[in-house]
């Protein structure tokens, strides 16, 4: 059983940055970040394939968040820049078995990190 601890999580301004971390206990072939805002599904916006470090990005993301990692530490990161109000959400690491499949889809993964809040205020 993997497992996921995050951090880095909290408030900023619109335009401000943020990064958060995701430590795992063990190698999985691939890391993503998801979000859940209130009402609305959960969603994948960025991921990486730990083996060869090709990332995805959602396409309300590209240009301003970055999904890096440590094979070290088995660490994920995803900083975040620029940030909108829209991007405010809970933040969940995820981390999959297999590197194949739709890289956003939700299951895909097969570990859960308990979830980070980000909040952006205008």
């Known amino acids: 059983q993997v497992q996921l601890v995050e951090s880095g999580g909290g408030s900023v301004q619109a335009g401000g940055s943020l990064r958060l971390s995701c430590a795992a206990s063990?190698?999985?072939?691939?890391m993503a970040w998801f979000r859940q805002a209130p009402g609305q599904e959960r969603e994948g916006v960025a991921a990486?394939?730990?083996?060869?470090?090709?990332?995805r990005y959602a396409d309300t993301v590209k240009g301003r968040f970055t999904i890096s990692q440590d094979n070290v530490k088995n660490t994920v990161y995803l900083q975040m820049s620029a940030l909108k109000p829209e991007d405010t959400a809970m933040y969940y690491c995820?981390?999959?078995?297999?590197?194949?499949?739709?890289?956003?889809?939700?299951?895909?993964?097969?570990?859960w990190g308990q979830g980070t809040q980000v909040t952006v205020s205008s």
């Open positions: 990486i394939y730990t083996l060869g470090r090709s990332t």
């Open positions: 995820a981390a999959g078995r297999l590197s194949g499949g739709i890289w956003s889809a939700v299951y895909e993964y097969n570990y």
């Open positions: 063990e190698y999985t072939y691939r």
